[in-house]
């Protein structure tokens, strides 16, 4: 019996229809139709080698016991949780040129921002993977760190709920983008470590197009929405965010700004497993989503805007003809001057439906001790250390 894959990238594979081995190392992948975007996909999550035996036989227990489940340039040694993550070398690593030159790399939580600055200052820890905003000026000036700053390909925005009142009506979802201040966004909370969002693709992709501006705030057209909404003097919805310093922020701000158009937004902040949970199970008006890019755009747009059920993270409910067919042209064309004038029309579509409010295209500041060396980063929001080494 086939039964429903239940993993969250499975939109990420959906047009794979199947696999041959042809030699012990080739394999031929089959496709239920042309695919431009299958390459990139291949080199993210959703194509990352894992054994087949080790997840037959472990399970559920994969996650916490990975021990020869991979491929990668370092091996899997323990997960303790809420302690650490330790790997280790990978000496028998089928890519023997560079690295792997690090024994062993420890990941430490520290939910606090403040705690794990200071664990970096003090020698404690290595590596950071962000700094926040507020941060970024002081760790800058510290001659014993260095600051890495990668504009990402990330997407920061709210999804907005099209199967329950009041976000079923495209007025009001309008009503609420206009009455968003994105500038005062970037500006006051994320200090201009970031860029104002015109939609899904960042400005470090080849498919972003500058021409399109993003949404600005606009209190009159916010108000004549509102009217055309059937809700003159504003309605009242819930935001649910992660319950974290800098979303909660953002949050305020979004309500003080609403406010002012009579829309009352109240703010439900949930750690970052009940926001994937509400998210799936559609049980939110308006929900945080932060999205840490693909190198090609349509990681960052067909899964969130298909109507197909393969999409996994299509939780607005969008349903869109006209966007159903760009989306597919938009792989179905291999070249990248098409694509983009492809993603160009999404884009306008989005602005005009909102599924989402896009709010931000963030740099990710990485912060290093002196004695790393050999970081090379890449915008995906993953930390690599294969050819990372400690001087």
């Known amino acids: ?57 472990r399970g559920v227990e994969l996650g916490r016991n990975a021990k020869g489940a991979g491929t990668g340039p370092f091996e899997f040694v323990e997960w303790v949780k809420d302690d650490h993550l330790l790997i280790k070398r990978h000496d028998n690593y089928w890519d023997k040129q560079g690295g792997p030159y690090l024994d062993r790399v420890r990941y430490r939580p520290i939910p606090d921002d403040t705690v794990k600055l200071q664990s970096l200052q003090g020698g404690e820890i290595d590596v950071i993977d962000y700094v926040q905003p507020r941060d970024v000026a002081a760790v800058k000036a510290d001659r014993n760190v260095v600051v890495v700053d990668v504009p990402s390909l990330a997407d920061f925005a709210y999804q907005l709920n099209f199967g329950r009142p009041p976000f079923n009506v495209k007025a009001l979802r309008q009503a609420v983008a206009y009455a968003i201040d994105l500038e005062q966004i970037v500006k006051g909370v994320w200090l201009n470590v970031g860029f104002p969002a015109n939609g899904p693709i960042p400005p470090t992709s080849w498919a972003y197009d500058k021409s399109i501006p993003f949404i600005r705030r606009d209190l009159a057209k916010a108000k004549a929405k509102l009217a055309e909404g059937g809700k003159p003097g504003g309605f009242e919805f ?154």
């Open 238 to 391: 819930t935001m649910t965010t992660n319950n974290i310093p800098l979303s909660v922020q953002e949050a305020e701000v979004i309500q003080a700004q609403l406010r002012e158009t009579g829309i009352t937004m109240k703010i439900k902040l949930v750690d970052a497993s009940t926001l994937i949970s509400d998210g799936n199970a559609k049980n939110f008006e308006m929900i945080s989503f932060q999205w840490s890019g693909r190198p090609d755009p349509d990681g960052n747009v067909y899964q969130f805007f298909r109507t197909t059920p393969g999409t996994s993270f299509n939780w607005s409910g969008i349903s869109n003809l006209q966007l159903d067919a760009l989306l597919d042209r938009s792989r179905e064309v291999s070249s990248q001057a098409e694509r983009k004038k492809i993603f160009a029309d999404v884009t306008k579509i989005l602005q005009d439906e909102l599924p989402m409010i896009f709010i931000v295209h963030p740099i990710e500041p990485k912060a290093f001790s002196q004695r790393v060396q050999g970081y090379d980063p890449i915008p995906d929001g993953m930390m690599r250390f294969k050819d990372v080494w400690l001087k």
């Open 1 to 57: 019996m086939k039964t429903e894959p239940k993993s969250i990238r499975k939109g990420e594979v959906a047009n794979i229809e199947s696999v041959d081995v042809v030699d012990p190392f080739t394999i031929k992948i089959n496709l239920k139709k042309p695919d431009a975007s299958l390459l990139a996909t291949l080199t993210d999550r959703a194509g990352m080698m894992v054994s087949p035996k080790v997840v037959q036989e």
